[in-house]
């Protein structure tokens, strides 16, 4: 990430970004990671040097790069959020659950839930149902958003889908709008 830097609190690692914008990486799965840190630096620009000196003049061109790397040795997978936030404000706090299928926060007012389980199962965990391995469902400020990407059925909100493939719905202001691939 092009960063001035990158903080670790836990599961979360945070950059400050170099333009007011900064990441939160919030490492789900595993619970318990194990990051490393590091920088990489470098000065070349190569073919776009033209278009630098225009825009910069003279200036020196240097970039560098801060990274965080997650360890498992369990050889399974990896469950991470990427959140961006204006400096000064706060990322928000994501809670897992589901042994780490799932993760809740809730952002301006809205209940956003992403499932991203490593086999597909039933969970129910702060009233989203969900049968399958892919979702995602955001509820709040008068409108509810269930995309069911790899499963069988999705309810939060007071809503459900059910489909053979992949269906997103929008319910706001008393209508329902959506996308559907039920080409299978």
Same mark, same amino acid.
């Given at each position: 990430? *092009?960063?001035?830097?990158?903080?670790?609190? !836990?599961?979360?690692? @945070?950059?400050?970004?170099?333009?007011?914008?900064? *990441?939160?990486? @919030?490492?789900?799965?595993?619970?318990?990671?194990?990051?490393t840190? !590091?920088?990489?630096?470098?000065?070349?620009?190569?073919?776009?040097? !033209?278009?630098?000196?225009?825009?910069?003049?003279?200036?020196? #061109?240097?970039?560098?790069?801060? #990274?965080?790397? %997650?360890?498992? @040795?369990?050889?399974?997978?990896?469950?991470?959020?990427?959140?961006?936030? /204006?400096?000064?404000?706060?990322?928000?706090a994501?809670?897992?659950?589901?042994?780490?299928?799932?993760?809740?926060?809730?952002?301006?007012g809205?209940?956003?839930?992403?499932?991203?389980?490593?086999?597909?199962?039933?969970?129910?965990?702060?009233?989203?149902?969900?049968?399958?391995? /892919?979702?995602?469902?955001?509820?709040?400020?008068? /409108?509810?958003?269930?995309? *069911?990407?790899?499963?069988?059925? *999705?309810?939060? !909100?007071?809503?459900?889908?059910?489909?053979?493939?992949?269906?997103?719905?929008?319910? %706001?202001?008393?209508?329902?709008?959506?996308? %559907?691939?039920?080409?299978?």
């Open positions: 990430c *092009l960063a001035n830097g990158v903080k670790m609190d !836990g599961g979360v690692a @945070t950059y400050t970004g170099q333009l007011g914008v900064n *990441l939160a990486v @919030t490492l789900v799965e595993p619970g318990k990671p194990e990051f840190t !590091g920088q990489m630096s470098h000065n070349f620009i190569g073919p776009t040097m !033209g278009f630098w000196r225009k825009v910069n003049g003279t200036n020196k #061109f240097e970039e560098t790069q801060h #990274f965080i790397r %997650a360890k498992r @040795t369990d050889h399974k997978g990896y469950f991470a959020v990427l959140y961006p936030f /204006r400096a000064g404000e706060t990322a928000p994501f809670v897992p659950w589901g042994q780490g299928a799932g993760v809740t926060t809730t952002v301006a809205e209940k956003q839930t992403a499932i991203c389980a490593e086999q597909p199962g039933s969970f129910n965990e702060g009233g989203v149902v969900f049968e399958g391995q /892919r979702a995602l469902a955001r509820e709040g400020n008068g /409108r509810v958003v269930l995309a *069911l990407l790899s499963g069988k059925r *999705l309810e939060a !909100g007071g809503c459900s889908v059910s489909a053979s493939g992949p269906v997103s719905i929008v319910l %706001a202001e008393g209508r329902v709008t959506g996308e %559907a691939n039920l080409a299978e």
